[in-house]
Structures are given as C-alpha cells and as structure tokens.
C-alpha cells in the first residue's frame, strides 16, 4: 500500500469537511486519498449509476491501490458518495472541483460543467466556503468561477476561490498523491492558503504558493513541456531510423545531463491520454486568445500525429501489402498499468491496419473492455483472451504499450506460434538484438 505509515501517526492540525466534484480519475483518485488524510470527505457525481456503484464499493475504471483505499475509507466513515450536489456542498467547508473540461473541437476546453458546479455552490453557500479548481482549465478561469458565485449567491455569505492543479499520472495517481514533487496553491487570501496548507499538512513536499492565475498557467505549462520533450524524442528518433543511430543510446545520455534529465526521453508512437493531447491544443488555444501563436506547441502536435503514421508506415514496408495479412496487437491502453484508451495512438494504427484490409487480433491485459467500446468485433477485428492465442499465425506481431508482463512473454513460444516471426515493437520495449537471436524480424522506433 502506497499511503505512508507514518501518515497515520501524525497530528493533523485540522480535520476538513471536503466534498469533491466529479468522481473520474482526477476526483475519485483525491477524494480517496484526502480521506486517506484522514479528512472527512463526501465525492459527488451527477452519474447515478456510478456513484451506486461506487457506494458499492465498485470503481469505474482501473487505477492500482485505488480500490483498496476507497474500501478501507468508507469503512472508516471517511468517504461517502452522493449524486446529491447541494447537500454535498452545504455540509462541507472546502469544494474541490474535479469535473470534466472536455476538448471542444477548436482545441478549448468545454467549461460548461464548472460554471454548473459554481452556480449550485453559489446556491448553497450558507456559510464560508473555499472552493477550489482541481480539473486542468485555462489561465482566469479561476476569476470567471468567482464572479459566476458572485452573481448567483442569495446571501452575503463569504467565500474564497483557489486553484490547486492536479499533476497525477494514471497508473500512478496514489503513489502521485501521497508522494508528490509539488504542490502548487493559487489563491487570493490567507484564510484560503492556509486552508490548503492545513489540508496537505501531512504530505512532506514543497508547497507552491502563487496567485490564481500562475497556478492555472503552472498546469498547462507542465503538461505542455513534458509533451514536447516527448515530441522532441520522438523527432530524435525519426533522425536515428535516418542515419542508423540509436533513440535509446541518445536518450540515455542526453538524460544524465541533470539539467536535462531521464524522465520523459522514451520514444515510441507518441503520446496519448485523457491529458497532454487536450492540455497542449487549450495551450495553444489560450494563448492565442492572448494574442500569441503558440507554434512550437502545434510542431509538437505534429510531430506525435507522425509518430504513430511512422509507425504504420515501418510496418507496411516490412509487410509490403497489409490486405489479409494477419497482425496481433498487444497492449491497447495509451500506457501501461491503465485501462484508458482516451487518444490512445493504438486506435490510429489499428484504424489504419483495418484499413488497409489486414485482419487483427488484439489483447490487452487491461483495457481489453474499453477496447470493445470503439472497435466492434467482425471478421477482420477479434479480441484474444492471452497473448499466445493472439500471434497464432500472424505475420506480424506489434506492441503499442510497454505491459511489464509483456516483457515476460516465452519468445520462443510465439516464435513457434507466428506464421511469419516479425515484430514491430511501437514502444522500444525490447532488445532488438536478443529478439534477433531468436530468428525474429525486429523494428523498433529510432532504434538499431
Ligand atoms: C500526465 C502528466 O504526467 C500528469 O502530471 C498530469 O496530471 C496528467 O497527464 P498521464 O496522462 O497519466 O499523466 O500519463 P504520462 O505518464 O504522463 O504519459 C502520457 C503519455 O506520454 C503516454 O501515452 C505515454 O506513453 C507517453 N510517454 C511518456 C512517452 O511516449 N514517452 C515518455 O518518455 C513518457
């Protein structure tokens, strides 16, 4: 279990009354872990089904050491879910708004949901409140959900808006929680910074303080720069496939320059998820509307739109012609150790190989179920149920997610299954070399 022991021995300086707003990722994985803190929190989702389901104890979507947490929480008496917003609101002092701020089709985000959530807090203010961004939004959101409360409160009833930008990874988002490299508050007054500060009193890391505009940008700026270090690997790689050079050798040593540094130098078919794709378009988005072109940020759009195009395209001049031939799919998910498939670049191969007329067999350790959602089964698409029955007689076996249990797979076995032993790995998970050994036709991303 991820929540640190000592945690629990510790003095919390105050015990909050927390109602979080939107039980997805971003609330759910927070109002479990901030019950975890020992506060007493009610998480509230205007999906019925979901939050019947979570009262028993069942979670939407999977996210490791999530379930256990929300278990032991509701045993406690510290987590309670509701579809009741109001009552949510009047018996909590601090509001944390976890909802949805989906891409609208010119890259902003859909705010609609959070002036929703600001009107009915704004109706049930009865006593002072801290109501508190947590979703990703644009810089001076922060101002609009203060003057959308403003304008609809009936009382004179004081309250205070903040921001506190959520930097969990799926997959991670737990050990994200309790661990985090910082915490960053947006406010406007000292009762709302010390608020924040007292709710994470327990979790030892620094703590940003800045007004509500920087920490909006905060958010966006990071997101943004992790992608385009992403980006900027994956161009790196396409240079490697020119020249004959190797991605992971570059990577490697450009990541020991500290100022550099090794995190977020894997090349591979791009980056996907319910966050850098729609945070880096509203980037854009919202700068423009200041008045900037923010051009890098679309190269870096580009250059991920390539990356899974460039992997197509290996795959077809190994193959030649993809019509009836067979390729397996392992790993659906846009990383590993989720089962989200939100702008996975899974989908964009597989659309392509369907296209193309090949036949494809897919597994997923995980999100197999969410897979079935967007890709009907038919006699060109199948689901296989373990990685061996999926390369049977295929002649070409792909890896779109880096599975750690993918690592662990018997490659003599499946050599044995394919009826053509190429693999064409879209995560650079494997020693080329090794596979080579074993007979195998092996492309990677940028790698030799
Ligand atoms: C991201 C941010 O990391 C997190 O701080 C924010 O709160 C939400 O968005 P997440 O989307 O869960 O988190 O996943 P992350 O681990 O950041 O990976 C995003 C995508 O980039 C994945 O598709 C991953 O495969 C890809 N990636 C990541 C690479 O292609 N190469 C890398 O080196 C790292």
Same mark, same amino acid.
């Given at each position: ?140 959101? %922060?101002?609009?959900?203060?003057? $959308?409360?403003?304008? *609809?409160?009936? /009382?004179?009833?004081?309250? +205070? &808006? #903040? ?97 550099? %540094?090794?995190?977020?130098?894997? $090349?591979?078919?791009? *980056?996907?998820? /319910?966050?850098?794709?729609? +945070? &880096? #378009? ?167």
């Amino acid at each position: 279990m991820t929540s640190p022991k000592k945690l629990k021995k510790k003095k919390y300086t105050k015990r909050y009354s927390i109602c979080v707003v939107g039980a997805g990722h971003v609330g759910l994985v927070a109002a479990a872990c901030f019950a975890e803190l020992n506060h007493k929190v009610v998480c509230v989702d205007s999906d019925e089904h979901r939050i019947q389901s979570l009262k028993k104890k069942k979670l939407p979507f999977y996210e490791p050491e999530l379930e256990p947490l929300v278990k032991k929480n509701i045993k406690s008496g510290n987590l309670s879910f509701s579809s009741a917003l109001g009552e949510g609101i009047k018996k909590s002092e601090v509001i944390f708004l976890a909802v949805g701020t989906p891409p609208q089709v010119d890259g902003s985000a859909d705010l609609s949901s959070v002036e929703n959530v600001a009107r009915i807090v704004a109706r049930n203010l009865d006593s002072y409140k801290l109501i508190v961004e947590k979703s990703t939004v644009p810089v001076k959101t %922060g101002r609009k959900v203060k003057e $959308a409360i403003h304008r *609809y409160k009936k /009382s004179n009833v004081d309250f +205070d &808006v #903040a921001s506190n930008p959520e930097f969990l990874r799926e997959g991670k988002a737990v050990y994200d929680f309790f661990y985090p490299d910082r915490i960053v508050v947006g406010v406007e007054s000292k009762r709302a910074e010390n608020i924040l500060k007292d709710i994470y009193a327990s979790l030892k890391t620094p703590l940003i303080v800045t007004d509500i505009n920087t920490a909006e940008l905060i958010k966006h700026a990071s997101n943004s720069f992790l992608a385009t270090k992403i980006s900027f690997i994956n161009v790196v790689s396409h240079i490697c496939d020119l020249a004959g050079a190797d991605v992971e050798k570059v990577s490697l040593a450009m990541g020991l320059d500290k100022r550099i %540094g090794k995190e977020f130098l894997q $090349a591979g078919i791009g *980056y996907g998820g /319910s966050c850098f794709p729609k +945070d &880096v #378009a509203a980037f854009i988005y919202i700068a423009k509307k200041l008045g900037y072109e923010l051009n890098l940020l679309k190269e870096v759009e580009n250059i991920n739109k390539e990356q899974w195009i460039r992997f197509v395209e290996k795959v077809k001049e190994h193959l030649w012609i993809l019509r009836d031939k067979k390729i397996a799919i392992l790993g659906l998910s846009f990383k590993p150790d989720t089962d989200d498939m939100r702008c996975a670049p899974s989908v964009n191969i597989i659309e392509s190989f369907i296209n193309e007329g090949a036949h494809l067999i897919l597994f997923d350790p995980q999100a197999q179920n969410q897979a079935k959602k967007i890709f009907k089964t038919s006699s060109k698409l199948k689901f296989s149920q373990d990685p061996y029955s999926a390369v049977k007689d295929c002649d070409c076996l792909c890896f779109l997610t880096e599975w750690d249990q993918f690592h662990k797979l018997d490659f003599k076995k499946i050599k044995k299954l394919m009826h053509y032993p190429f693999i064409a790995d879209g995560r650079n998970m494997f020693d080329g070399d090794a596979l080579r050994k074993l007979e195998f036709d092996y492309i990677g991303m940028g790698k030799l």
